[in-house]
């Protein structure tokens, strides 16, 4: 039975675990206990996301928070898919628990690839996004920044449910690109920024 109690409180057991682990903000944590720096009073945005912490303090620190905001989605996710069915419905909201857990205080760019990196190699959903990222940011460069993940995770979204046969799968991915849509929406309402895309290249004739 896929919804017996000793399955659904695996699934919760997961779920509260990928919560949890989302809700660390490694990118504001450690700056400030490593460097002392303050990284949401600094910043722009006063978001406490790696690409700040690339920003504003360095590379390898930039790394380091970048590694882990990546790991604290990827680490619940794979544990989870391990020892459980990824086809249950359950497995929809272990996906999506990291993303809400981080959202709460940043826009949860860095651990929607993790969530996704932690389905490796039972399903390469996480390249469904870094396409669109690596396109428009490259290929048609999207700005503001804000805008290409927009649009990155509304591509994220229609592609997975094009391709992507699994119910709990296109679920999760509606769900976590809704989340970090709705973050960035909010975001472009504080400032004013236009929408703008053009060639990232440029092709020069030869003089």
């Known amino acids: ?55 504003y303090v360095g590379l390898s620190m930039g790394f380091l928070c970048l590694v882990c905001d990546i790991m604290k989605g990827a680490v619940p996710v794979a544990l989870c898919l391990h020892y459980m069915s990824w086809e249950n419905p359950l497995f929809a909201l272990v996906l999506i628990a990291p993303v809400w857990g981080h959202a709460r205080f940043g826009k949860a760019i860095a651990v929607s690839f993790g969530a996704l990196l932690g389905l490796l190699p039972e399903s390469f959903l996480v390249f469904y996004l870094a396409f669109p990222f690596v396109f428009f940011s490259t290929v048609v ?25 699994v119910f709990t799968l296109q679920l999760a991915a509606f769900c976590i690109a809704l989340v970090v849509i709705v973050k960035h929406l909010k975001f472009l309402r504080t400032v004013e920024v236009r929408f703008h895309a053009d060639l990232g290249f440029r092709i020069h004739s030869p003089k």
């Open 1 to 55: 039975m896929p919804f017996e109690t000793t399955t659904v409180l695996a699934y919760l057991f997961f779920m509260i675990f990928g919560y949890l682990s989302g809700s660390v903000m490694y990118s504001k944590l450690l700056p400030l206990k490593l460097c002392h720096i303050n990284i949401c009073e600094i910043s722009d945005d006063g978001n406490p996301g790696a690409g700040n912490v690339f920003k």
């Open 141 to 165: 460069r999207i700005t503001p920044h804000a805008w290409r993940v927009i649009v990155s995770f509304l591509m994220f979204f229609i592609g997975t449910l094009l391709r992507c046969g």
